[in-house]
């Protein structure tokens, strides 16, 4: 939310709304922070602030958070390294993985979501496996 100078928005503390909770400081930033889940369901959940003029004039506005409620996808991570170069480390991070073009990378925590397992790949034919273990 952006106010003109002019304007300021009524402070509110520690709101509750029905999924959530909010705080909005004088100069109209707003935080909202999901506290229920929402139980598979894409649902909204609102809140509502004051703002008043120099002039002492005012007006609600209410401002409206859609929550979608949708399982993570996992996508397969993939990596290489350059033969004959020392050192030559991998790394990665499952909790990420890669994201196409378009696509956001997932908000690590903000879903609850965990790694609860991590299986070995397959090597294609004709690539070098180390120690002949993957």
Known sequence: ????????????????????????????????????PSNGD?????????????????????VTITIIDDAPVATPDTNSI????????????VLTGDVSSGDTADTQGADKANVSGVQAGTVASGEHVANGAL
């Open 1 to 36: 939310v952006n106010l003109p100078s002019e304007v300021k928005a009524v402070p509110v503390t520690n709101g509750s709304t029905q999924y959530g909770t909010f705080s909005i400081d004088e100069d109209g930033h707003y935080t909202y922070t999901l506290t229920k």
């Open 42 to 62: 894409n649902v909204e959940d609102t809140f509502s602030y004051t703002t008043k003029d120099a002039q002492g004039n005012s007006t609600t506005n209410t």
């Open 82 to 93: 350059t033969e004959d170069s020392v050192p030559n480390p991998v790394s990665g991070n």
